[in-house]
């Protein structure tokens, strides 16, 4: 259920992309407020606003703000009419207007059309949104600018591209040349209703050369086998498999998390890879300076049969973070950085490096 309050804004702060922060006072305290100005429209300081307080009041992480769903006092909303027939957050009362690549009107349909095959493009699929930042670094770092890298964002996490703070920075440092958003995602430069049919765009409309495929920031997690938004993780890489692509799967690693399901290989991406993916994908191991480390993951993925349904190989991912090190990039995972996590970025980097050498020689 939703819960909704009044509060009075005290002071904007644009944070680019279209989204606003607005200090509130909400039932007698301060409170940050997000607003997406295309949704809602604008808030200004003293403007009393309708607040979404839901995710505040159940203490989560990512996704944890108030968020502006109405300004008080305001008649009407006519922001640009915009093309296209295809409604995203269907059936709510925030469903968006967009015109995806499908579409008769679209001027990608013929190309959506005609397409036939991946052709052997890598497609990494990834669990958590921070992997993209390693993944594309990893691309880049290995394969040049002479391959085009594209990002399809799903929708198990953060719906408005907007909301992410990571994909502006890498379009900034050149490490994403297109955004493609999905399923009920969107804000991307293209707009698909699905996963196929955003990763045949990938190809045939944003002629990429290697293609990463992770939800939005945040997802939903439960502690249980398959209670998780990250399991499209799985969906992707057999997606990939059935157009004719490469499926290369990013490995969670870690060795900082506290929660033992995600100490070492996590959980999920044993899930992921033992009872979702059934096609056969590349799971791209590090390299450890630490070897006790290196032989527990091996162990992982030895002990749940994951190397005898996949190809398990072994790559480099250094040179992905020395470029976000060099690069300026900021990048976290549950609060961890660069030296908090480093196994998490080494892992995600090496996916990113292995594909780079696949669409160096495709």
Not at 104 to 126: D, H
Not at 177 to 202: P, Q
Not at 206 to 234: L, N, R
Not at 289 to 297: A, G, I, P, S, T
Request: hydrophobic letters at 40%; one cysteine or more.
């Amino acid at each position: 259920m939703i819960r909704a309050r009044t509060g009075v804004v005290k002071s904007v702060t644009s944070l680019g992309r279209g989204v606003l922060k607005a200090d509130v006072v909400c039932e007698g305290k301060a409170a940050e407020a997000m607003c997406y100005e295309a949704l809602t429209g604008p808030c200004a300081p003293g403007d009393e606003v309708v607040l979404n307080t839901t995710a505040v009041e159940l203490g989560l992480g990512t996704g944890g703000h108030h968020f502006v769903m109405w300004v008080a006092g305001r008649e009407g909303l006519d922001m640009a009419p915009g093309a296209g027939h295809i409604m995203k957050v269907r059936y709510t009362p925030m469903q968006v207007r967009c015109l995806a690549v499908e579409e008769e009107a679209s001027p990608y349909r013929r190309a959506v059309e005609s397409f036939s095959s991946l052709e052997g493009t890598p497609v990494v699929a990834c669990e958590i949104h921070s992997m993209i930042a390693p993944v594309a670094a990893g691309i880049r770092e290995t394969a040049g600018d002479r391959v085009r890298v594209v990002y399809v964002m799903t929708d198990g996490g953060a719906l408005p591209l907007a909301y992410s703070r990571l994909v502006p920075e890498l379009r900034e440092k050149g490490l994403l040349d297109c955004v493609i958003t999905c399923g009920h995602a969107f804000g991307g430069d293209l707009e698909a209703v699905s996963l196929y049919s955003a990763l045949a765009a990938a190809r045939a409309c944003a002629e990429g050369d290697a293609i990463i495929v992770a939800m939005g920031p945040g997802q939903a997690g439960t502690g249980t086998k398959y209670g998780f938004s990250g399991i499209q993780q799985g969906e992707a890489a057999n997606a990939a498999y059935s157009l004719g692509g490469t499926p290369v799967v990013a490995p969670r690693v870690s060795f900082s998390d506290g929660r033992e399901r995600h100490y070492g290989v996590s959980h999920h991406t044993l899930t992921v890879l033992s009872k979702v993916a059934q096609a056969r994908c590349l799971v791209v191991v590090p390299e450890l300076e630490r070897h006790h480390e290196w032989r527990h993951l091996r162990a992982q993925l030895a002990g749940d049969g994951i190397d005898r349904r996949h190809v398990v190989l072994v790559d480099d991912g250094r040179p992905a973070v020395e470029r976000l090190r060099r690069d300026g990039i900021r990048v976290s995972t549950m609060g961890r950085g660069l030296d908090d996590d480093p196994a998490f970025f080494l892992a995600a980097g090496a996916a990113g490096v292995l594909a780079g050498k696949i669409a160096s020689a495709t």
